[in-house]
């Protein structure tokens, strides 16, 4: 009478890589603004023109930007710059490593029109996130 034994074979997972891993820690810090009530596409207007550029000279031509987003974006930026002076960071090395604008939400009101129809009023809201860099 033969027996046989079953060979059990165990697969060994391989190493996940961890894409967040960072050998230095990043200089810097973020910041975000949400529920902003204005068009992303208004928004996006005035963030294209600090992406990029150095702390000072982002809040010079924010100063000076006749656009109602100016003020709340350059708020974010004072933001983003007293967490990584808190952190340690030389706020005059700093750049906008990165800014985005996404959709916040659509709040939708109703205006009445003719014949007893209502057509709805989309009221848009951005979602603004600011990543500042050495």
Do not use: C
């Amino acid at each position: 009478m033969a027996t046989t034994a079953k060979k059990t074979t165990k697969k060994v997972a391989a190493p996940k890589k961890e894409a967040a891993a960072v050998s230095a820690e990043l200089k810097g810090a973020t910041a975000e603004l949400s529920g902003y009530a204005q068009s992303p596409r208004k928004v996006r207007l005035v963030t294209d023109l600090v992406k990029g550029k150095k702390l000072p000279e982002a809040f010079a031509s924010l100063s000076f930007l006749p656009k109602r987003a100016a003020l709340p974006i350059k708020k974010l930026l004072e933001s983003a710059a007293a967490s990584a002076k808190q952190k340690g960071d030389d706020i005059t090395k700093l750049r906008v490593a990165n800014i985005t604008v996404d959709n916040g939400g659509v709040m939708v009101r109703y205006m009445p029109r003719a014949m007893g129809r209502a057509t709805p009023i989309r009221r848009r809201r951005s979602l603004v996130r600011v990543t500042l860099a050495a």
